[in-house]
């Protein structure tokens, strides 16, 4: 007698059931109800905007633009950046769904007023942060409209290539060719997007640098440079020239480079800073911290 199950096309029951072990990768953190899973406070530090995130390109947006505030010199902009470990479940403690009521990072708590202002979902971030700050968001109709509707883009499209191209590709517990070609093919589509813009203007929103890039770049920048889930040969990414040459230009601003690493917990030790509460933990290294012994030693 053959085995057939595993060819038995899916046929979807009368009434969907949750069947938590059919969650691949993250079945331990996925679950078809909100709400928080247990009792917990965030922490709080001294600055006045509390990040509380993880470094992934969702993350590094909101750190990127912090850094940028920083470095124009806007000392509003100081933040403490909290670790949100997502795959223990962090978003989940009643702090957290307190700031952010959909469990996902980033989250900012903006305590420089009267009474704490939450925000979340990193396109909202961004755009707070550029009003409150007056910068990297153009204030003029015409080029604030275009600036606004790349960062939109980005919100509406990032899940086709993470959620879709990501998860079926890098992810999910079988390869399905249906999927994967669904979301390749609207993954290079949106990269055609950004190249033909980008063959017309140095950065996304035109001649200056605003929040589109910063929203932009940490996922399709990453994706070009063929450092998102190992696809760089199988989408061809360098045939985006033009995204690849802007990619490569944000990715030298000193300010980008600190805001990559806040909150980061892979790759190399020293482009890791698992927490920011002050400017010079950049100097420190995660490294030096874990392994005090390769630390520089201390000026006297
Ligand atoms: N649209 C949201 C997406 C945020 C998001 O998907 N965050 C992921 C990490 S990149 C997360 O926190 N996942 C945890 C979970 O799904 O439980 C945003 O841009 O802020």
């Avoid at 995130?53 to 969702?58: A, D, E, H, K, V």
């Avoid at 925000?119 to 942060?129: P, R, T």
């Avoid at 879709?164 to 290079?188: D, L, Q, S």
Wanted: aromatic content about 12%; charged content about 20%.
């Amino acid at each position: 007698m053959t085995d057939n199950h595993a060819h038995t096309p899916y046929v979807p029951p009368e009434v969907w059931t949750w069947d938590q072990a059919s969650g691949g990768r993250f079945a331990s953190i996925n679950r078809p109800v909100a709400g928080a899973t247990h009792d917990k406070d965030l922490p709080r530090g001294t600055h006045p905007l509390q990040l509380y995130s993880l470094g992934t390109p969702n993350g590094v947006k909101v750190t990127i633009m912090l850094e940028e505030l920083l470095a124009q010199g806007h000392s509003g902009a100081e933040y403490d950046a909290w670790l949100i470990r997502i795959l223990e479940g962090d978003q989940f403690s009643s702090g957290f769904v307190g700031v952010n009521p959909n469990s996902k990072i980033p989250a900012l708590l903006d305590c420089s007023g009267p009474a704490p202002v939450r925000v979340f979902e990193s396109g909202a971030i961004l755009m707070y942060l550029a009003e409150k700050f007056g910068a990297f968001l153009p204030t003029e109709a015409a080029p604030r409209a275009e600036c606004l509707s790349w960062l939109f883009w980005q919100m509406g499209s990032a899940p086709y290539l993470g959620g879709g191209f990501g998860h079926f590709y890098a992810y999910a517990p079988t390869k399905i060719e249906y999927a994967i070609n669904r979301f390749a093919m609207e993954v290079k589509r949106q990269l055609d997007v950004l190249d033909r813009r980008l063959a017309d203007t140095p950065f996304i929103a035109g001649d200056t640098y605003t929040v589109a890039d910063m929203a932009i770049w940490p996922w399709y920048g990453a994706m070009v440079k063929g450092q998102t889930y190992g696809a760089g040969e199988f989408l061809q990414v360098e045939a985006y020239t033009h995204v690849i040459r802007w990619a490569d230009a944000v990715g030298e601003r000193p300010a980008v480079q600190r805001g990559r690493m806040v909150n980061r917990v892979v790759g190399p030790l020293e482009q890791q800073l698992h927490e920011r509460h002050d400017a010079g933990d950049f100097d420190t290294r995660t490294e030096d911290k874990l392994n005090p012994a390769s630390a520089p030693p201390a000026p006297t």
